[in-house]
Protein backbone atom coordinates (compact mmCIF):
# COMPACT_ATOMS: atom_id res chain seq x y z
CA UNK A 1 0.00 0.00 0.00
CA UNK A 2 1.20 3.23 -0.33
CA UNK A 3 -0.07 6.60 -0.04
CA UNK A 4 1.45 9.50 -1.72
CA UNK A 5 1.12 12.87 -0.87
CA UNK A 6 1.91 16.00 -3.54
CA UNK A 7 0.72 19.97 -3.58
CA UNK A 8 2.75 21.18 -0.37
CA UNK A 9 5.20 24.11 -0.51
CA UNK A 10 5.26 27.93 0.53
CA UNK A 11 2.68 30.39 0.07
CA UNK A 12 2.20 33.70 1.54
CA UNK A 13 -0.36 34.22 3.87
CA UNK A 14 -3.92 34.46 2.80
CA UNK A 15 -2.98 32.36 -0.61
CA UNK A 16 -4.27 28.89 -1.06
CA UNK A 17 -2.41 25.28 -1.63
CA UNK A 18 -4.39 22.36 -2.71
CA UNK A 19 -2.65 19.40 -1.46
CA UNK A 20 -3.30 15.06 -3.24
CA UNK A 21 -3.12 12.05 -2.14
CA UNK A 22 -2.79 9.22 -4.70
CA UNK A 23 -4.03 5.51 -3.51
CA UNK A 24 -2.26 2.35 -4.54
CA UNK A 25 -2.28 -1.30 -3.53
CA UNK A 26 -5.70 -0.47 -1.50
CA UNK A 27 -9.64 -0.54 -2.19
CA UNK A 28 -9.42 2.91 -1.74
CA UNK A 29 -13.59 3.88 -2.21
CA UNK A 30 -13.76 1.40 0.86
CA UNK A 31 -11.65 3.62 3.24
CA UNK A 32 -11.90 6.56 5.23
CA UNK A 33 -9.78 9.48 3.98
CA UNK A 34 -8.09 11.94 6.45
CA UNK A 35 -5.60 14.36 5.94
CA UNK A 36 -3.82 14.99 9.49
CA UNK A 37 -0.94 17.85 10.25
CA UNK A 38 1.92 18.16 12.38
CA UNK A 39 3.40 21.36 13.68
CA UNK A 40 7.39 21.33 14.76
CA UNK A 41 6.88 20.19 18.61
CA UNK A 42 3.49 19.56 18.30
CA UNK A 43 1.27 16.31 18.09
CA UNK A 44 -0.09 14.97 14.69
CA UNK A 45 -3.92 16.27 14.71
CA UNK A 46 -7.04 16.02 12.28
CA UNK A 47 -8.04 18.59 9.69
CA UNK A 48 -10.19 16.74 7.47
CA UNK A 49 -11.93 13.71 6.98
CA UNK A 50 -14.65 11.98 4.73
CA UNK A 51 -16.29 8.57 4.28
CA UNK A 52 -15.61 6.02 1.72
CA UNK A 53 -18.59 7.56 -0.29
CA UNK A 54 -17.78 11.18 -0.42
CA UNK A 55 -20.85 11.86 1.24
CA UNK A 56 -19.67 12.90 4.89
CA UNK A 57 -16.99 15.49 5.61
CA UNK A 58 -15.87 16.49 9.08
CA UNK A 59 -13.35 19.44 10.23
CA UNK A 60 -11.29 20.65 12.68
CA UNK A 61 -12.92 23.93 14.16
CA UNK A 62 -9.31 25.75 12.79
CA UNK A 63 -9.57 25.07 9.12
CA UNK A 64 -14.01 25.30 8.49
CA UNK A 65 -14.89 27.51 6.25
CA UNK A 66 -11.44 27.91 4.90
CA UNK A 67 -10.35 24.06 3.51
CA UNK A 68 -12.63 21.30 1.82
CA UNK A 69 -11.82 17.78 1.41
CA UNK A 70 -12.77 15.74 -1.60
CA UNK A 71 -12.37 12.42 -3.36
CA UNK A 72 -12.09 10.82 -6.64
CA UNK A 73 -12.44 6.92 -6.09
CA UNK A 74 -12.33 6.52 -9.83
CA UNK A 75 -8.95 8.15 -9.52
CA UNK A 76 -7.74 6.49 -6.03
CA UNK A 77 -7.27 10.21 -4.44
CA UNK A 78 -8.26 12.49 -2.07
CA UNK A 79 -7.82 16.02 -1.71
CA UNK A 80 -7.70 19.29 0.57
CA UNK A 81 -7.89 22.69 -0.92
CA UNK A 82 -6.35 25.22 1.82
CA UNK A 83 -7.71 28.90 1.22
CA UNK A 84 -6.90 31.87 3.38
CA UNK A 85 -3.75 30.18 4.74
CA UNK A 86 -2.23 31.58 7.89
CA UNK A 87 0.85 30.82 9.54
CA UNK A 88 -0.36 29.19 11.89
CA UNK A 89 -1.32 26.07 9.11
CA UNK A 90 2.79 25.48 8.31
CA UNK A 91 3.25 22.14 8.91
CA UNK A 92 3.61 18.58 7.90
CA UNK A 93 0.38 17.46 6.36
CA UNK A 94 0.11 13.47 6.40
CA UNK A 95 -2.65 11.22 3.92
CA UNK A 96 -4.40 8.79 6.27
CA UNK A 97 -6.57 5.49 4.96
CA UNK A 98 -8.73 3.73 7.69
CA UNK A 99 -11.33 1.17 7.17
CA UNK A 100 -12.90 -0.67 9.78
CA UNK A 101 -10.94 -4.32 10.81
CA UNK A 102 -7.97 -3.65 8.51
CA UNK A 103 -4.55 -1.67 9.81
CA UNK A 104 -4.58 2.22 8.74
CA UNK A 105 -1.78 3.38 6.31
CA UNK A 106 -0.33 7.01 6.41
CA UNK A 107 1.83 8.71 3.72
CA UNK A 108 4.87 10.38 3.84
CA UNK A 109 3.95 13.79 4.55
CA UNK A 110 4.32 16.85 2.74
CA UNK A 111 5.31 20.37 3.86
CA UNK A 112 3.25 23.38 4.21
CA UNK A 113 4.82 26.83 4.87
CA UNK A 114 2.58 29.96 5.26
CA UNK A 115 5.18 32.64 5.53
CA UNK A 116 5.41 36.32 4.07
Known amino acids: VQLVESGGGLVKPGGSLRLSCAASGLTFSSYTMSWYRQAPGKERKLVAR????????NYADSVKGRFTISRDNAKNTVYLQMNSLKPEDTAVYYCNAVRMAFSPYWGQGTQVTVSS
Open 50 to 57: INSAGAIT
